[in-house]
């Protein structure tokens, strides 16, 4: 018999030797995997090569590259060089258990050693950072980061590739309240959260590498950029020789999966962060206030403003234990930070951005396109053109001035959406505040450019009405020069972008909705001179990129901006006694219509295979389906075997409303919810001209659909806020602009947002942080932004009382509000069983004056100023589509209105005489029980 002794001796040499096995294993693989029944994760020793979430059905990937969640050093002796830590041979990497996982980087001589552990935990990943002196010097390390880019949607995907195999990053790099999520282009859980561990905070972040690159400490990254701006300390840590006091330091990150946006505000809770809201955005002019909350379990040292003279900040109360409301306003214009104190020397941030108010806003762009930004040179093609301003220079940019861009640029500065969305904003917002100078100028812009340029008038065949897109109507019409351009279409006509018809439509019916009203005002064409060009317009984006290209412009399966505007021109034809064309532009609406709702698990694409432009058209076809009766069509795309098909009226709503929440959790992926700064709150996931167009369909889902409406208020009036933060404005004391001073830039405007210190535009041209210096699409977001402005009145579980755009106060059983919109002419009351939108389609309410209404939402009284000061009828529209209404009393300067109902419709219409300055409305409201659930 083998000796006890000398058995426990050979055992514990044969349970050496496994180890070793193993560990040699890990190192001849070069990975580990880590998996339990929260988190599936493989390990190398380049860093964390897969993450899965073990609930997800699809097996989708967070990892873009396979050095993920790997840390970058970078250091130097007293004041010596910068140096990259070693890595190569000397990483160790290490499978300290079935759970524990460390890559070490340390080689003999090395003055520091950095450890990295990745730790299974029962609900995650634990990611640790240890870096510690290993000699008698101290040294200072000035780059600390991670690399976290995800993998993202891309195009040669499937579609069950892009929008659930792949993952959006979104970031709040806000000191030690900072954290990262992954959320699914559809919207669809499980997401992945990034939270740092008590005491390490994440302070500035780059694309370095191609990576998408986050940091702990960035004072070297910081100093090499030399160009930008950036609004966090670049800070270093310094450590002391190997065995004194302060000679290492630790970071850590937790990794979490969580099933939707509630549990991902309550992780933060939970880990010691903020789950922070604000209204009605971070965006917020300087005649509005600003409230939000602060829901964390530390105690609130302070908070400081970063211009205290210029800033009204007050504590409201404790709403809930742990959640803290404040009330702020800003006075001076630009960026401007509050800083939340707590703990243990920890700091948060807030950005806001001050505005003037959004009346000056919306008039003041449209007066600067007119004034800055339209050529009128008889001798050029483009006379009467809006194109590019340029306010970096003080430029406006043509086809015979592209700033060095060459080829393609032609199309951004005369032709598509850079420039068409420049006159149908102008033409938007004249049928509010009409001004004859700019009306003018858009009859010009109509005459010279569009009409037998860069559209084919009615004469001209083949293809009458047709757009001449892309690159520009010149060389659309050139055949030598096409030929140059784009020798493969040579056979074909150049009027088959799909994306430009609806801006040239829109342009037409804001202008027959001008003629309309106005008609003394327009001098080109009347009334019905618009609507023909309208129908005609919307007919040939029906017919004309179809039949030049098939199904390479899918017109029924793809979305484009702008084109929601259709049910509007349908009611308009009918209105005119055009009720074959109203019936003809009706059938090819729906045939669209229906295959969004029925046909396709994911119609979200637009120009590109996931594009933020689409959840406009998305949320107003599932709008569309969900208030209109529809009859199926056997004869469209649709298998009528899969069993989403009814034919049932009901259950096809019901269809329409399953689309709707559908494509709003998409919408939502790539847009910020979470993220508290002004450039990430609302807007879509970048700051651009997009931030309104889908913001309208959150804002208008919360006030319409919504059982639970307030998340949905809070996140589409910041949507409609957001990018107001694009355009550059000013007062003499302001030097007129923030971005781009000097009065000639007053009104001026940038295309989208540059995030960090300095990165690069989609044009290909480095910018600094800040929006883009061209305007470019920027107007097309303004469109929509018309169609959104509203004030809309709440009561919030968390704030109380809320008047988005607009400032209220309670009196006994009544709410006081006066609207600060911009627009001042849309009313929106929305409780939890009880939601009526009141609306004007001209004139407005009372500048500065109260609208008062009851805390039941039964009545209401406010004063319509006549903006045109002469006779005329205002309709005022009262809707619920969430609720029904029974009966409307009115009384109109005492005296009493009819208010009469299309049959089946949501809405009462009331006819205004308006006949004097200003005149007083008071309404009440009986419901039926609620109908469109």
């Known amino acids: 018999m083998i000796p006890m002794k000398q058995l426990k001796y050979m055992l514990s040499l044969v349970v050496l030797m496994q180890m070793k096995v193993l560990m040699g294993f890990a190192q001849e693989r070069q990975q580990f995997r880590l998996e339990n029944e929260k988190m599936e994760v493989i390990i190398s020793r380049s860093g964390i090569s897969s993450i899965k979430s073990p609930s997800d059905s699809y097996g989708a990937e967070i990892v873009g590259s396979n050095s993920w969640g790997r840390a970058n050093l970078t250091y130097r002796i007293w ?38 552990t990745f730790t299974l935990v029962d609900d995650g990943l ?165 409230q939000f909350s602060l829901r964390t379990k530390h105690n609130i040292d302070s908070i400081s403003a970063e ?20 009330e702020v306003q800003f006075s001076k214009l630009g960026e401007n930070m509050l800083i939340i104190h707590y703990g243990d020397g920890y700091q948060t941030y807030l950005e806001f951005f001050a505005t003037e108010p959004l009346e000056t806003l919306i008039k003041k762009r449209s007066s600067f396109i007119v004034n800055h930004q339209q050529h009128r040179d008889t001798s050029k093609w483009y006379n ?49 505040y009409p001004d004859d100078t700019e009306i003018a100028s858009v009859e010009y812009h109509i005459k010279n450019f569009v009409w037998g340029g860069l559209q084919r008038t009615d004469e001209e065949t083949p293809y009458p009405y047709g757009i001449h897109g892309v690159p520009n109507w010149k060389v659309a019409r050139d055949i030598n020069a096409r030929t140059a351009f784009r020798a493969r279409q040579l056979d074909r006509m150049q009027v088959w972008r799909t994306y430009d018809y609806p801006h040239v439509f829109m342009l037409y019916y804001h202008m027959y909705e001008i003629a309309s009203k106005y008609p003394d005002k327009v001098q080109y064409l009347d009334a019905a001179g618009y609507l023909e060009r309208t129908f005609q317009t919307a007919k040939a984006y029906f017919m004309y990129p179809y039949e030049i290209w098939g199904d390479y412009y899918k017109i029924y399966e793809v979305a484009c901006y702008n084109e929601l505007l259709i049910p509007d021109i349908i009611h308009a034809l009918e209105r005119h006694g055009r009720g074959d064309d109203a ?25 590109y295979s996931f594009d933020r432009t689409a959840f406009e058209s998305t949320y107003a076809f599932a709008k569309y389906g969900m208030i209109t009766e529809m009859e199926p069509d056997s004869n469209l795309w649709f298998d009528k075997n899969r069993e989403i098909w009814y034919s049932h009226a009901n259950v096809s709503k019901q269809a329409a409303k399953h689309f709707m929440e559908r494509q709003h ?36 889902y919360g006030i319409n659909f919504a059982e639970k409406p307030y998340d949905w208020l809070q996140l589409g009036y910041a949507s409609y806020l957001s990018s107001w933060a694009l355009m550059n404005t000013g007062t003499p004391e302001s030097n007129y602009g923030f971005w781009a001073p000097g009065k000639e830039n007053d009104g001026a405007m940038g295309w989208a947002f540059i995030e960090q210190k300095r990165g690069r535009s989609w044009l290909g041209r480095d910018m600094d942080r800040g929006p883009w210096y061209y305007d470019g699409e920027a107007d097309l977001g303004l469109g929509a932004g018309i169609r959104m402005a509203a004030t809309v009145v709440s009561n919030d579980p968390i704030f109380g009382w809320v008047a988005y755009g607009g400032n209220i106060r309670e009196e006994k059983e009544n709410l006081y509000v006066v609207p600060k919109d911009g627009l001042n002419a849309r009313f929106v009351y929305v409780l939890a069983d009880k939601r009526v939108t009141y609306e004007l389609d001209r004139d407005g309410f009372l500048k500065d004056a109260e609208i008062i209404t009851d805390k039941n939402n039964n009545s209401i009284s406010f004063v319509v100023e006549n903006r045109s000061q002469d006779v005329h009828l205002t309709t005022l529209k009262i809707s619920a589509i969430f609720n029904d209404i029974k009966h409307v009393q009115v009384a109109f300067d005492g005296k009493p209105l009819n208010a009469t ?25 009986g419901y039926e029980a609620d109908l469109a659930r």
């Open 79 to 116: 004041d010596g060089s910068w140096l990259a830590i070693h890595r190569g041979s000397s990483t160790n990497f290490a499978v300290l258990s079935d759970s524990v996982v460390r890559i070490t980087d340390y080689e003999k001589g090395m003055p520091q050693q950095m450890e990295q």
């Open 126 to 290: 634990d990611l640790d950072i240890r870096v510690k002196s290993m000699m008698q010097f101290p040294f200072e390390v000035g780059d600390l980061s991670l690399d976290l880019r995800p993998h993202g949607p891309r195009s040669e995907q499937s579609k069950e590739g892009i929008f659930q195999k792949s993952f959006i990053k979104h970031q709040y790099i806000s000191g030690h309240g900072s954290f990262i999520f992954y959320a699914k282009p559809s919207g669809n859980g499980p997401f992945l959260m990034v939270l740092p561990k008590a005491g390490t905070s994440l302070e500035y972040f780059d694309n370095q590498g191609g990576g998408e690159r986050v940091y702990i400490h960035s004072k070297l990254p910081g100093s090499l950029q030399q160009q930008g701006t950036w609004r966090q300390e670049h800070t270093s840590v310094s450590l002391n020789p190997a065995g004194e006091t302060d000679s290492e330091v630790e970071y850590g990150f937790k990794l979490r999966w969580v099933d939707g946006y509630d549990e991902m505000r309550d992780l933060l809770f939970k880990e010691g962060l903020f789950d922070i809201r604000v209204v009605p955005g971070m965006t917020i002019p300087t005649d509005l206030r600003a």
């Open 307 to 326: 211009f205290p003279t210029h800033t009204e900040l007050r504590f409201v109360e404790e709403v809930t234990p742990g959640n803290y409301i404040y």
């Open 384 to 432: 009467g053109l809006y194109s590019i301003y340029d306010m970096k220079n003080g430029i406006l940019r043509s086809p015979d001035d592209t700033d060095g861009f060459e080829g393609w640029w032609s199309y951004v500065v005369a032709s598509d959406d850079p420039v068409l969305g420049k006159a149908p904003y102008v033409a938007a917002k004249n049928v509010y």
């Open 583 to 607: 019936e003809w532009l009706r059938n090819e609406y729906e045939k669209k219509v229906k295959y969004f709702i029925y046909d396709d698990e994911y119609p979200y694409s637009s120009e």
């Open 665 to 700: 959790g998409a919408g939502l992926s790539i847009r910020g919810w979470l993220e508290t700064n002004y450039y990430k709150l609302g807007a879509d996931n970048s700051m651009s001209y997009m931030a309104k167009m889908g913001g309208w369909s959150v804002l208008d």
């Open 901 to 925: 109902r299309r049959d089946g419709s949501h809405f009462f219409e009331i006819q205004l005489p308006m006949q004097q300055a200003s005149h007083h409305v008071e309404i009440k409201l």
